[in-house]
């Protein structure tokens, strides 16, 4: 009987560890897309992007062991967790680009699943060596993504703060809206809720 008491507090206590986690990656999230917004040159965006998608790729897996299944029901119950790792390999595939792009140089984070889909807009993106006019080809690389890993991942580039990146939404109000689907409430983008953080 211990036995199982101690089991299923362990789990509780591991489960309120990966929330904890979640959140604190969250917050660091958000003031990476910040400093974003203040980067025009492809080296130190590159950083920042990098950072950005490893914070990600922790967030899905925290996210996962914290809050267990959390489907999105527009995407046809594509777990969330899942779209946030969807979301961290995006950045990933642009700080490849802003590295390539700072150093004159081809892409070199070509294995992964998206590159039959998004392959030759990430060449022409490295390719461009004018921020602006790279930063504007960020709604290509949106619409080569998004029926592969869903609306609310390639949100995720095409919000993004860039140079010549003329954006629908801001980066906060899809983050609120990230937020209102962990926690299962409805946050309206653009309301205080959604713009102070990812799931708070």
């Given at each position: 009987?211990?036995?199982?008491?101690?089991?299923?507090?362990?789990?509780?206590?591991?489960?309120?560890?990966?929330?904890?986690?979640?959140?604190?990656?969250?917050?660091?999230?958000?003031?990476?897309?910040?400093?974003?917004?203040?980067?025009?040159?492809?080296?130190?965006?590159?950083?920042?992007?990098?950072?950005?998608?490893?914070?990600?790729?922790a967030m899905a897996r925290a996210h996962r062991a914290g809050f267990g299944p959390d489907p999105?029901?527009?995407?046809?119950?594509?777990?969330?967790?899942?779209?946030?790792?969807?979301?961290?390999?995006?950045?990933?595939?642009?700080?490849?680009?802003?590295?390539?792009?700072?150093?004159?140089?081809?892409?070199?984070?070509?294995?992964?699943?998206?590159?039959?889909?998004?392959?030759?807009?990430?060449?022409?993106?490295?390719?461009?060596?004018?921020?602006?006019?790279?930063?504007?080809?960020?709604?290509?690389?949106?619409?080569?993504?998004?029926?592969?890993?869903?609306?609310?991942?390639?949100?995720?580039?095409?919000?993004?703060?860039?140079?010549?990146?003329?954006?629908?939404?801001?980066?906060?109000?899809?983050?609120?809206?990230?937020?209102g689907a962990s926690t299962g409430t409805d946050v309206v983008p653009g309301s205080p809720t959604?713009?102070?953080?990812?799931?708070?």
């Amino acid at each position: 009987m211990w036995t199982a008491i101690r089991r299923r507090l362990a789990g509780i206590i591991d489960r309120s560890q990966a929330r904890s986690a979640y959140h604190a990656g969250d917050r660091t999230a958000g003031r990476l897309l910040d400093q974003l917004t203040t980067l025009d040159d492809p080296a130190p965006r590159a950083r920042v992007l990098l950072e950005l998608a490893e914070v990600e790729a922790a967030m899905a897996r925290a996210h996962r062991a914290g809050f267990g299944p959390d489907p999105i029901e527009h995407e046809g119950g594509r777990d969330l967790a899942d779209s946030i790792a969807s979301a961290g390999l995006l950045y990933r595939l642009i700080a490849d680009v802003e590295e390539a792009a700072a150093h004159r140089d081809r892409r070199r984070y070509t294995d992964t699943d998206l590159e039959p889909h998004a392959g030759e807009v990430l060449d022409r993106m490295a390719g461009t060596v004018d921020a602006e006019a790279r930063g504007a080809l960020l709604d290509e690389l949106y619409d080569a993504v998004v029926d592969v890993v869903g609306g609310q991942a390639a949100e995720a580039v095409h919000c993004l703060p860039a140079p010549g990146h003329r954006r629908a939404r801001t980066l906060r109000q899809i983050i609120g809206e990230r937020r209102g689907a962990s926690t299962g409430t409805d946050v309206v983008p653009g309301s205080p809720t959604a713009e102070d953080g990812h799931h708070g």
